[in-house]
C-alpha cells in the first residue's frame, strides 16, 4: 500500500471516471497517512463506486490493499452515518457526559450484522479479522468483528448465531449453515455490503455455485446490499464477474496495480551432470535445495501433491544443519492446530523453511518470506504465479520463484511457463451449471430456515448463473426430490425430508432431519479418511482409509513430518506413536496429481519448436537433439506420433499435448477404435505430453488410420462403449448423493461412517433408483458429471478437433526417445516383476544414454 500506483481500466470506455470528493474519502485518507502510506488510485475509486451505491469486482495481486480497498467504503460510510448521528445526539450527549464508551458505527441497527466478508479458506479467515479491527479500532468505530467458520471459537461462533457481530468473516458453509435458521433473516436485514475474496478460487466448482444461491438469498433479505469480488488474474474476468453478479451485468472490473515484476529461476544441472528423463520427486536435487534455503531466513517450497511434501519433509529433516523447530509442513490433511503454527512462524520469522502444498497457495500474507521454490512442474501459469507471490509481501521488491526440476522435460516446462507470463496467456476458470445436488441441499436450508414458497424462490434461483437455465419441469423434479427422495424412495421416511404446510410453504418439521442436514451442509467431498491420534496426546491429521487399511499393527508410516507407529485403528481413527527409527511409507493421497492445464501444454509444444534462448531450453538442447535426431520436435500444427519396438512389444506414443486427464479418455477411445480394426487387447498409459497404446498382438499402424482413429465424430457414443460408464457414474453418484442429502452422516458422539460403508448405502440407492427410477434427476447428473469432470469431454472433443486439423508425422524410431521414455516408464507400473519400478527405470535409463552418448 506505500507508495503509489497507476490504476488500469480494462475497458477505455470506462475511463471517464466520476469525480471523487476527497472530503468524503479524508478520515480514512487520514488514517492511511498516519500509518505511512497513501491511498491508491483504484482503492479511492472502489471507495467512490461503493459509497455511490455500486458493486463490481477487483482484480489486483495479493499484498498490494485489496482489504482496505474493498473494506473502505463501508468504513466511509459508517464514518459519516455515526457522524450524522452523533450530530443529532449532540444535546444529550452534553447532558450524560463522557463516560469512555465508544458509540460510533450504529444507526439504529444496534447488533446486526452489517458487512459480510467471506472467504474460501478457514485459515485467511483469522488473518482476515485481524486486519479488519485494525482500521476499525483506529477510526474509533464501536463494531464487533468476529469470524463464523469451523476453526472459530465457541465465543464467535455464539455471536455470530446471535446477530451481535458487525462484521462476520465466514466461509460459503458457514454461510449457509447461518441461513438454515429461522432467526437469521431479521439479522441481515440491515446487510450493508458482502466481500467474496479470493473468488476464482470458488468461481469453477461446486462451493462457488453454493455461494451463488445463498447471494441470491442475501440479496432477496437485503435488496440495498452490494456485492464486491476480490480476484486474482484470470483469463476470464468479464465471465467472473457476471457470475458474481448476475443482477448487475455491467458493473465494473477495477484493475489494482500491475503485477510485480517476476524473476524465474531454475536449478540448472550442471555441464556433464546426469538429470533423469521420468521422475516426479526431484530429490536428486537434495543438496542443491539446502543451500539455497540456507541463503535466506525464510522460505516457502511448494511442491504438487500431500505425500511428496511429506518426502520432501523427511528429506530435509534429515540434513537440516539448524534447530529442527525450524523446518515445518503444512499441508491439507494435517490438523488444523499444526497448520495453524506453521502459518505464525512464517508470519513472525520463526521458521527458516515450510514446505507446503496448494494449501498456502492463497492469499495470507507473509512478509517474512523471502523466496519460494517449487518442486517439479507448476501444471499451469496461474498457479505458478499465485506460489510465487507468496514471498516478498514488502514494497518495492520484485517476485521471485526458484524452480525444481525433477526430470529433464521440466525445464521446457519452465521456460514455457515464463514465455505464457509475459504474454499473459493466464488460464481460464469455468463455472458450473445445473448443479442439482447442490440446489437441493439449498432447498433444504431454506425450508429449515423458516420455509419458501416454492414460486418466489424459483424466481430467486433462476437469477443466478448456474440456474439461468433451469427450466419448470426439472424445478418440480427438485422439489419433489426433497419431499420424497422421488418416486423410488417415496415409502423411505428418512428420505421425506420437507413438508408442504396448508399455507403452501416447504418446511422441515422434524428435528432429526434438521439435525442431519445441518450437519451435512456443504459440497466438499473427499475419500473416507481416518483421523490419525497419537497416545495420550493430539490429533495430528487424517489419511485416507485404504493406506490405513493396508496396515497392520507395529507397522510404521511416515505423516504430519514423523515417524509413527501404529498401535491400533478403532471407530475411524488409527492409534499411534512414534517410532524410534527406521523407515515408513507415506500415505497417499487420491486425486493429487495435477494435470498440465491447456495454456501451459501448447505454450510447452511451441517452446519445442522455439528458437528461445531461455536458460533452461540451453541446458536441455542435447537432449532435444536426440529426440530430433531419433523421431522429431513437436511443432505447432503437427500432432507427432511415433511407433516404437522394444522388448516388452509394440507401443504406438501420440503427443497431442492436452494434459494427463484428456489423454486417458483418448488412450481408452483409441484402444476401442483400434480394437474395431484389429481385433485386439490393449494397454495403455498417459502423462502430461501424451499417451501410449501397447497392442498385446503385434500390429503395424499406418498414419491414415491414425488419422481416421483420431476423428471427433461419434465421440460420445464411442466413449460410452470403451469405458465402464455405469461404474464411473456409480463412483460419482456418491459424491452427488452426499451433497443431495440421501447419504446421512455420522451424527454427534457416533462411531463416523467407513468408505465401505458410505459405498454400500450409495450403491443401494444407486441400483434402487436405476431399477425403479431410471429417470431420476440425480442418475441424469451423474452421468454428465462423469462426462464434464472425469473425462473433460469438451476438452476431449477439443483436442480430436485440433488432432484432425493437424498434419499428422508418423514417426519410427530405433529406440525410445526423450519423449517416448517417460510414457513407457509410466506403463511399466502395472506390470509383474522381482525389482521395483525405480530401478528398471533407471536401468533402461542409463542404457539408453549410454547408447546414444548421453
Known amino acids: 500500500m506505500k507508495g503509489d500506483a497507476s490504476t488500469q481500466h480494462p475497458h477505455d470506455a470506462r475511463k471517464r471516471r466520476r469525480a471523487t470528493t476527497p472530503g468524503t474519502h479524508a478520515p480514512l485518507a487520514a488514517w492511511f497517512k498516519a500509518q505511512g502510506w497513501k491511498p491508491l488510485p483504484f482503492q479511492r475509486e472502489v471507495w467512490q463506486r461503493y459509497l455511490d451505491g455500486e458493486s463490481g469486482l477487483l482484480h489486483t495481486p495479493t499484498g498490494s490493499g485489496k482489504t482496505l480497498a474493498a473494506f473502505g467504503g463501508p468504513l466511509l460510510e459508517a464514518l459519516a452515518s455515526s457522524a450524522a448521528i452523533e450530530k443529532n445526539r449532540a444535546p444529550i450527549a452534553a447532558r450524560a457526559g463522557r463516560d469512555g464508551a465508544r458509540t460510533r458505527g450504529r444507526d439504529g441497527a444496534s447488533g446486526r450484522i452489517q458487512v459480510l466478508w467471506i472467504t474460501p479458506l478457514r485459515a485467511l479467515a483469522t488473518d482476515t479479522v485481524r486486519a479488519l479491527r485494525e482500521p476499525i479500532d483506529a477510526l474509533g468505530l464501536d463494531w464487533q468483528v468476529g469470524m463464523r467458520t469451523g476453526d472459530a471459537t465457541a465465543r464467535d461462533k455464539r455471536l455470530a448465531r446471535a446477530g451481535k457481530l458487525d462484521v462476520l468473516v465466514t466461509t460459503p458453509e458457514s454461510l449457509a449453515l447461518l441461513l438454515s435458521y429461522p432467526d437469521t433473516a431479521p439479522q441481515l436485514a440491515n446487510l450493508r455490503c458482502v466481500i467474496v475474496d479470493e473468488w476464482h478460487e470458488l468461481l469453477a466448482n461446486k462451493r462457488g455455485v453454493l455461494l451463488q444461491l445463498c447471494l441470491a438469498r442475501l440479496r432477496a433479505l437485503s435488496p440495498q446490499l452490494r456485492l464486491w469480488g476480490l480476484s486474482a488474474t484470470l483469463g476470464n474476468l468479464d465471465e467472473a464477474r457476471d457470475v458474481l453478479l448476475p443482477h448487475a451485468p455491467a458493473s465494473h472490473i477495477i484493475s489494482g496495480v500491475k503485477p510485480r515484476t517476476l524473476k524465474i529461476e531454475t536449478l540448472l544441472p550442471e555441464e556433464g551432470e546426469r538429470f533423469p528423463w521420468a521422475g516426479h520427486l526431484g530429490l536428486s536435487q537434495l543438496q542443491r535445495v539446502l543451500q539455497r534455503l540456507s541463503a535466506v531466513r525464510t522460505s516457502l517450497l511448494f511442491t504438487n501433491t500431500r505425500a511428496q511434501a511429506e518426502l520432501w519433509h523427511q528429506a530435509l529433516t534429515a540434513v537440516w544443519p539448524e534447530d529442527p523447530s525450524t523446518l515445518a509442513l503444512h499441508h491439507g490433511s494435517l490438523d488444523p492446530r499444526l ?28 512478509p517474512a518470506v523471502d523466496q519460494v521454490l517449487q518442486i517439479g512442474s507448476p501444471k499451469g501459469v496461474a498457479r505458478l504465479l499465485q506460489r510465487a507471490g507468496r514471498a516478498r509481501h514488502r514494497p518495492g521488491e520484485a517476485g521471485h520463484v526458484v524452480c525444481v526440476p525433477t526430470h529433464a522435460l521440466e525445464l521446457v516446462e519452465y521456460a514455457a511457463a515464463r514465455s505464457a507470463i509475459a504474454r499473459g496467456a493466464i488460464e481460464a476458470r469455468r463455472p458450473l451449471t445445473l448443479c442439482l445436488d447442490v440446489l437441493a441441499q439449498h432447498c433444504v436450508t431454506l425450508a429449515l430456515g423458516g420455509g419458501f414458497d416454492q414460486t418466489v424462490l424459483f424466481a430467486e434461483v433462476r437469477g443466478t448463473h448456474a440456474y439461468a437455465a433451469l427450466d419448470g419441469a426439472t424445478w418440480n423434479e427438485v422439489l419433489d426430490f426433497i419431499v420424497q427422495g422421488g418416486a423410488a424412495l417415496a415409502s423411505y421416511p ?356 549410454k547408447r546414444h552418448g548421453q
Open 494 to 849: 428418512d428420505f421425506c425430508r420437507v413438508v408442504i404446510g396448508d399455507d403452501g410453504l416447504y418446511r422441515v418439521e422434524d428435528r432429526r432431519i434438521a439435525l442431519r442436514h445441518r450437519l451435512s451442509i456443504g459440497t466438499i467431498t473427499s475419500d473416507g479418511s481416518v483421523a490419525v491420534k497419537v497416545l495420550r496426546g493430539g490429533r495430528l491429521g487424517s489419511v485416507e482409509e485404504g493406506f490405513v487399511g493396508r496396515l497392520r499393527r507395529g507397522d510404521r508410516f511416515q505423516f504430519a513430518g514423523r515417524l509413527l507407529e501404529l498401535v491400533r485403528l478403532e471407530d475411524m481413527a488409527a492409534y499411534v506413536r512414534a517410532a524410534r527409527s527406521g523407515d515408513g511409507a507415506v500415505p497417499k493421497w487420491q486425486g493429487g496429481r495435477m494435470p498440465l492445464s491447456s495454456e501451459l501444454g501448447h505454450e510447452v509444444e511451441r517452446m519445442f519448436a522455439s528458437d528461445d534462448a531461455a536458460a533452461e531450453m540451453r541446458a536441455i538442447a542435447p537432449l532435444l537433439q536426440l529426440q530430433a535426431t531419433l523421431s522429431a520436435l513437436p511443432v505447432p500444427g503437427t500432432l507427432l506420433a511415433e511407433t516404437i519396438k522394444t522388448r516388452q512389444g509394440s507401443h504406438l506414443f501420440v503427443y497431442p499435448f492436452a494434459g494427463r486427464q484428456v489423454h486417458d479418455g483418448l488412450a481408452s477411445l483409441l484402444s476401442l477404435r483400434w480394437g474395431r480394426i484389429f481385433a485386439n487387447s490393449f494397454s495403455f498409459a498417459a502423462n502430461d505430453y501424451g499417451f501410449v497404446l501397447s497392442p498385446a498382438n503385434d500390429v503395424g499402424i499406418d498414419a491414415e488410420t491414425l488419422h481416421a482413429m483420431l476423428s471427433p465424430d461419434g465421440l460420445l457414443d464411442d466413449l460410452r462403449d470403451s469405458l465402464n460408464l455405469g461404474e464411473l457414474a456409480r463412483r460419482q453418484f456418491r459424491e452427488i448423493a452426499r451433497v443431495a442429502g440421501l447419504l446421512p452422516p455420522s451424527l454427534p458422539g457416533r462411531a463416523p461412517r467407513s468408505m465401505r460403508q458410505l459405498q454400500a448405502s450409495s450403491g443401494l440407492i444407486f441400483d434402487v433408483l436405476q431399477r425403479f427410477d431410471p429417470g431420476h434427476l440425480l442418475l441424469a447428473q451423474a452421468e454428465r458429471e462423469v462426462f464434464a469432470t472425469q473425462l473433460e469431454v469438451s476438452r476431449l472433443a477439443d483436442t480430436l478437433a485440433s488432432c484432425s486439423r493437424r498434419t499428422l508425422a508418423l514417426h519410427a524410431p530405433r529406440s525410445l526417445t526423450p519423449l517416448s521414455f517417460p510414457l513407457w516408464a509410466d506403463s511399466l507400473r502395472g506390470q509383474l516383476s522381482t525389482e521395483d519400478w525405480k530401478t528398471r527405470v533407471q536401468r533402461a535409463a542409463a542404457q539408453l544414454e
Open 339 to 366: 497448520r495453524a503454527a506453521a502459518e505464525q512462524g512464517l508470519r513472525d520469522g520463526s521458521l527458516r523453511c515450510v514446505v507446503a502444498t496448494s494449501s498456502l497457495d492463497l492469499g495470507v500474507d507473509f
